[in-house]
Structure formats: structure tokens, C-alpha cells
């Protein structure tokens, strides 16, 4: 796989932003067939972290075009904002608390059943492709069981994979790359693409990018080396709270570099991975498949660049929870362009997919469907959801759950092991007023622990933890 060049790079990035080679507003006509299923992933890519998001420098064509296209959720969120347990819940539809995978440590269970499976027992051709992340004994049996039809992934660096050169295995059997990962990945797509023609497919396009240590190829390496960078008041006034942010890796690199440096490069590979998305559309667009495949892109958890003192994610901020999440769905978005207000959340993937198909979606997951979002139509939507975190050794950060309404946000750590929170969000959107100790406020704390409750009965989260860790009581 070749090193994308400037002027490839850029051709690529004009072609989808401009709209010239890539047909951008086919969405009225209804599908003459029954639709295909490319869902993006991204890693510790933030909410903000798109040019559509409004980034005062970051460029994102390709993912703006998906807005453009189709439809951009202002409030989308993970229910835990971890890798493994966001990815299991993407994959299942359910809460880590339910699929068993609780922190980057503890292991897959072959028992969970994933929306892929399902779509492949409804006839469509279906893969994984990418990042895994959840450990257990290497990677997952989802091939060999017969549950997709094409499964790559790789095991280097704990599941973590490098940038380049990174080795692959391919339905079970060890396969060589070369060059950087997210080409690498994109053409795999391509390739998935061809051997589906002529059949309905269901892909799960999982990147590595951005995960630290960030790294990207020309021209996008140093791009931003001179970016002026806007960092939080609370670091520079106080930097890092180590209690919490000690053992992040990032945490030792500024040692040697600073936080600037790494938004740098965090940006930079954001940027590169954005520029190889134009290849993978136009392949698409080539094979004439792009405008009858619904495109679903986010991220699997938010990033803190220092706010609350804090660098990484795990906390229920909102800098860490908040994703990316948007859809391109040919036919069925009625106005392209639209932003969405609507809480959505990771467990709400399998769901749609089997919605927007016309599978039956199993009781088991907790997730709902956006399709009646994207169709525009009035219903009843959540108004509050369940935020959990599982202690995740070495990392000091306790176990958390918290409840996330429209304006509000009450947060509970096992143990007292940090103070309660309380935030009202349209006056505080960053957080930084703690209402929890205010007796003014008491009536409203005791109201949203009353539906935290209620979420976690609602979720079936094991009572006896709720009792023991956080005073909770159903």
C-alpha cells in the first residue's frame, strides 16, 4: 500500500468535498434494491474533532461530505467511555454491564451475539475488518463459527495494532502488510466490496486512528507543527491531576514534549485518516454501490486534551463521552444536511442496522433504532440515559455510573472514592460548577438519583453492586 502524496492527498480531498466525482444529494430516489451496510469506526476521534463539528482548523472533507450528504447527531454519546466495552457495546447492542466485557481487560464471551451474525443469517455477505480490542484468547471465533464471512484483525501490541507494517491475520491465517494502517484497512474495505459483488453486504469498518502514539504519513506529518492550540484554563492554570492521569501514556510523553505537541499529531493523523476515506467513496461510487449503501461513521469514545485536569477518557465528561456520529442513508434521510438533536447512543448501532434492513431486532438489545430519526418522524425518544465505568487495572479511575438527561447530569463514584457530581448543562456546558454539595439543589440530586435507579433497574445492572459500590437501591 502506497504512502498517500500531497497532491493525491489533495485531489482526493477536493473530489468529495467539491462533490465533482462523488454524486452527493441521490437520496429522494427510492432504492431499486435493498440496501448495503458500512459502519466507520474511529478511535478517541472527539465529537468536535470534524470540520462539520466546526473545528477551527482540523480539515475533514470526506467525513463532512457524510454530513452533507446525510445527517450529523449533535448528541451522540457512549454508554462507557473505554474502547473495549464501547466496542462490545457497538457489536451488541447492549451495556458492558450485560455483555460481560467490562474493561480492556476482561474477555470476550463467545455467547454475545452481534448485529453482524444476524444480518448474515438474513442473507447479507458480512465482515469485520480491523481493529478487535477486546482480549480474551486472541481474536474471536466469529469466522471460525461460521457468524461473518470475512473477519481481519490483528493481535500486535495487545490488540492495539502499530501504524505501520502491521500484521494481519485473515480468517484465522497470518497475513503480512505494508504501509500505513488506515490505507492498509481501506483498501481491505475495497477488496471486501468486490468479492461482495452482486450481493447485499454488511461491513464493520474498524480503525486504529487516532489512538496514541499518533502517527501519520506525508503530508500530513508536522502539518501542524506550527497550530497555535487553545488549551483548557484549568490545565494551564494547574496541569494534570496525576491521581488520575499518571499512568495515561500521553502523561510520560510530556515529559518530553507538551500537550500541544500531541493535539498536534492527534489532528494530523485525524487528518490523514480523513484524506484516505476519498478512495475508499470513490471505489464505492465505481462500483456503483455508493448510493444504494447506507454509511454509519463514529467514534468509540470521546478524549479530555485537559479539561478537569484530566487527559484520556474513562470519566463522564462530556469532552470523553461525546462521539462523532453520522449517517449517509440513500432513500430514507428526508432532508440531507440535517443535524439531529436527539440523544443517540453506541447501543443504538445494532438495532438501526437491522431496522434500516428489515431484520427483526431481538429483545436482548437495548439499544433503539434511529431509522424513525433519520425518516423525520415525531416519537417518543429518550430523554436520559445510563453512563457506566468498570475499574480498568492499572488505571486509579473507580467504577462510575451516571445518568445524562437533556440538561443534566448526576454522577455517582464507587466507594466516595471522588465527590458526587451534579451539573446543569445549559448553563455549564464544561462542567465546572459542582452542584452536588448545594442545598439548594438538593431536591433536583435527589431526583436525578431517583432515575439513575430507575435506569439501572431498567438495564438490569446487578443490584448488588449498585448497593455495595455506589448506595444505590431499587
Not at 185 to 212: D, M, P, V, W
Not at 268 to 279: G, K, M, Q
Amino acid at each position: 500500500m502506497k504512502k498517500l502524496n500531497r497532491r493525491s492527498a489533495l485531489k482526493h480531498a477536493g473530489l468529495v468535498a467539491g462533490g465533482i466525482s462523488l454524486s452527493p444529494l441521490i437520496l429522494k430516489s427510492k432504492p431499486l434494491e435493498r440496501l448495503n451496510f458500512l459502519f466507520i469506526l474511529t478511535d478517541d476521534q472527539r465529537s468536535d474533532a470534524m470540520g462539520c463539528a466546526g473545528h477551527p482548523f482540523l480539515k475533514t472533507p470526506n467525513i463532512d461530505w457524510l454530513a452533507k450528504t446525510g445527517a450529523r447527531f449533535t448528541n451522540a454519546f457512549v454508554t462507557t467511555s473505554l474502547c473495549s466495552p464501547s466496542r462490545a457495546s457497538f457489536l451488541t447492542g447492549r451495556y458492558a454491564h450485560l455483555h460481560r466485557v467490562l474493561n480492556n481487560l476482561t474477555p470476550w464471551h463467545e455467547t454475545n451475539i452481534t448485529f453482524l451474525e444476524l444480518m448474515k443469517q438474513a442473507g447479507f455477505y458480512t465482515g469485520f475488518i480491523g481493529k478487535w480490542h477486546m482480549p480474551g484468547k486472541g481474536l474471536p471465533e466469529l469466522y471460525a463459527q461460521s457468524k461473518v464471512d470475512e473477519f481481519i484483525s490483528f493481535t500486535a501490541v495487545g490488540g492495539q495494532g502499530v501504524y505501520w507494517d502491521c500484521p494481519l491475520i485473515k480468517n484465522g491465517k497470518r497475513i503480512p502488510s505494508k504501509g500505513y494502517i488506515t490505507d492498509v484497512l481501506n483498501q481491505l474495505a475495497i477488496n471486501f466490496f468486490r468479492e461482495a459483488q452482486g450481493k447485499n453486504f454488511c461491513l464493520y469498518l474498524s480503525h486504529k486512528s487516532a489512538h496514541t502514539p499518533f502517527q501519520s504519513p506525508e503530508p500530513f506529518a508536522g502539518k501542524y507543527k506550527n497550530q497555535q492550540i487553545e488549551l483548557p484554563p484549568e490545565y494551564l492554570k494547574d496541569g494534570l491531576n496525576f491521581k488520575f492521569s499518571a499512568l495515561h501514556p500521553a502523561s510520560g510523553l510530556l515529559s518530553k514534549t507538551t500537550m500541544e505537541d500531541e493535539m498536534r499529531k492527534y489532528y494530523e493523523t485525524i487528518e490523514a485518516f480523513d484524506a484516505s476515506l476519498a478512495r475508499l467513496f470513490e471505489e464505492m461510487e465505481r462500483l456503483k454501490i455508493l448510493d444504494r449503501t447506507v454509511i454509519i461513521f463514529a467514534g468509540d469514545n470521546g478524549h479530555l486534551w485537559g479539561e478537569h485536569r484530566l487527559i484520556d477518557k474513562r470519566f463522564a465528561y462530556e469532552e470523553s463521552i461525546r462521539i462523532p456520529f453520522l449517517v449517509r442513508a440513500p432513500g430514507i434521510i428526508e432532508k440531507p444536511g440535517a443535524l439531529i438533536e436527539e440523544m443517540v447512543l453506541n447501543i443504538d448501532l445494532g438495532p438501526s442496522v437491522l431496522n434500516l434492513a428489515d431484520v427483526p431486532v431481538p429483545e436482548f438489545m437495548q439499544g433503539m433504532s434511529i431509522k424513525p430519526l433519520l425518516c423525520g418522524k415525531a416519537l417518543n425518544w429518550r430523554d436520559s440515559f445510563l453512563y457506566e465505568y468498570f475499574y480498568d487495572p492499572p488505571y486509579p479511575v473507580p467504577d462510575i455510573v451516571a445518568i445524562r438527561t437533556g440538561t443534566q447530569k448526576f454522577v455517582k463514584y464507587a466507594g466516595n472514592k471522588s465527590p458526587e457530581e451534579l451539573f446543569e448543562l445549559e448553563s455549564d456546558p464544561k462542567e465546572k460548577n459542582n452542584l452536588a454539595g448545594k442545598a439548594d439543589f438538593a431536591s433536583r440530586k435527589q431526583e436525578l438519583s431517583s432515575g439513575l435507579e430507575k435506569l439501572l433497574k431498567q438495564s438490569s445492572y446487578p443490584e448488588k453492586d449498585a448497593r455495595e459500590k455506589f448506595g444505590l437501591d431499587f
